[in-house]
């Protein structure tokens, strides 16, 4: 209280200890401290790794290198023989040099950001904060000395003690001048911080991807190169070449089920199967297995995942290569060239999609031999899979997907299961287990056949046409009906046919 009666009685000046912008600033202080410590505080809760440890300490507590490690561990225990094992080693390496690269970024967050905002939070600011308190009581000494001085120096009393506080207060004022200019540089710090936590962020993403994507590149080689890699949607050639096989694995194993239950079966290939069986069904033949007893009684879903199978090839089996002369041997208007149309144009299909359609067609001349129990005829079986066999390459317009299903496909495929000898006259009994991984079905009965085997000369061009083919008009007969037109047909009592997209 005397203080600060002798600061305002008998005077009329004060001096100022701040400025009114550094004031202001002064206000706001404990504010920016506040709002530095609890930064800081969420800040350490975001980092993975033990704060304050050295490198192999916090790289071994990281959650990355845990997951590397059961990874790595569960592809030792399943061995490189499997591909899982493999996936699981490589990502498992990948995982641990991306912990490696955590523990680099959190230390470098730590050693830049973290310290000097703990540092501005706990010690900077306070020690501001504590030297302007302290300034603010020696200027009101200073303030009161002074009075009393100019007081005293009207009665010439010595001003010694009033100099000495004069000189210790200017000194004082030094130092918070320089704690000032301490908290100038602290406010550029928590200027500059985010900036610096986003770009340190942004470095280590960036370090982060630019590992990743030299390490995919490998895993997909690794994983490309595997020969247990799906079947379906998988060109021909590919999936022979990586399996080692000469038919592909869904074709074989369709037929083998099929040869054992589904030879009988009324509809095949016509009705449709159970989407989630079906979709078993491809996920087991999509991971090359031989254990497939739970399907063998459910044909129509062999069936079904056997015309998927055909239908996902990204060329079809006949291929687009050979399209335009598929067409063109079918519109052949003389039965004779268009059977001898029909059988160039097959013989110059590749070695792989020939073996397998040859092996396909052979199935399905057995298949039609049971037609009296399970009404699969040559033509019912060519209008099924018809489509499934042979499309356009542009295909996706309505009048392309009608063409697919059209007649002219139909006389493409009926009448190569009606004489499958006369087309692959090698071998005619075909053994259907080609890689041995099957048991072979019991021999079917010896029923009427729709397979009149024709008389042919294997070593000339020029076959002998099979005389099923003509009518005793000599119009083509197919199955025992009358070719109209393209899209009719009459059979032998005169009613007119009409064929539907099945």
């Known amino acids: ?47 993975l790794g033990q704060i304050g440890t050295d490198a192999e300490k916090r790289h071994k507590k990281l959650p990355l290198t845990a997951l590397s490690q059961a990874m790595q561990d569960g592809g030792n225990q399943l061995g490189e023989e499997s591909l899982i094992g493999k996936m699981m080693e490589m990502c498992g390496d990948a995982e641990n040099r991306l912990a490696s690269e955590l523990m680099q970024h959190e230390m470098n967050i730590e050693k830049e950001i973290l310290d000097p905002l703990n540092q501005l939070a706990e010690v900077d600011i306070p020690n501001i904060l504590k030297q302007r308190r302290q300034l603010a009581k020696l200027v009101l000494d200073y303030d009161s000395a002074r009075a009393r001085w100019l007081q005293a120096t009207k009665s010439i009393i010595s001003g010694t003690n ?4 004069t000189a210790k207060a200017d000194s004082l004022k030094e130092e918070v001048d320089e704690a000032m200019n301490k908290m100038e540089l602290c406010k550029v710090l928590m200027c500059n911080m985010p900036k610096h936590l986003l770009e340190a962020q942004a470095d280590h993403h960036r370090k982060s991807l630019t590992l990743l994507e030299s390490v995919l590149p490998t895993i997909q080689a690794q994983q490309d190169s595997w020969t247990e890699k799906p079947a379906f949607g998988t060109a021909l050639d590919e999936h022979l070449k990586r399996s080692s096989r000469e038919i592909a694995l869904p074709i074989e194993a369709c037929v083998m089920m099929l040869l054992e239950t589904g030879m009988k079966e009324e509809g095949l290939f016509r009705i449709a199967a159970g989407a989630s069986k ?25 069936a079904g995942a056997l015309k998927s199978y055909l239908r996902e090839l990204p060329e079809p089996l006949m291929t687009y290569h050979l399209y335009d002369e598929w067409i063109q041997a079918s519109n052949v208007p003389d039965p004779d060239k268009r059977l001898q149309a029909l059988w160039v144009t097959c013989d ?70 009606q004489h499958a000898d006369w087309f692959f006259p090698e071998g005619r009994d075909v053994d259907f287990n080609v890689s041995g991984m099957f048991s072979m079905p019991a021999p079917l009965p010896n029923n009427v056949s729709h397979l009149t085997p024709p008389d042919y000369d294997s070593g000339t061009i020029e076959r002998k046409r099979p005389g099923s083919m003509v009518g005793p008009d000599g119009e083509l007969m197919i199955h025992g009906v009358k070719k109209v037109e393209n899209h009719c047909f009459r059979c032998r009592y005169g009613t007119y046919v009409y064929l539907l997209p099945h």
């Open 1 to 47: 209280m005397r203080q600060l009666a002798n600061q305002t009685v008998g005077r009329a000046e004060k001096t100022e200890v701040l400025s009114d912008d550094l004031l202001q600033i002064e206000r706001r202080m404990e504010l920016v401290r506040v709002v530095s410590h609890n930064t800081h505080k969420r800040m350490v809760a975001c980092l």
């Open 162 to 165: 009033t100099q000495a506080l």
């Open 278 to 302: 079906l979709k078993k069904l491809k996920a087991a033949l999509d991971c090359s297995t031989s254990q497939l007893e739970e399907f063998y009684s459910d044909p129509h879903a062999v």
């Open 348 to 417: 110059q299909l590749p070695k792989n999609n020939k073996a397998n359609f040859r092996y396909l067609i052979k199935f399905l001349a057995k298949l039609a031999q049971e037609s009296d129990v399970n009404k699969m005829t040559p033509s019912n079986i060519a209008i099924v899979l018809g489509p499934n066999l042979l499309w356009a390459k542009t295909e996706g317009s309505l009048a392309e997907m009608a063409a697919a299903t059209s007649v002219h496909v139909v006389t493409i495929i009926e009448p190569i299961i």
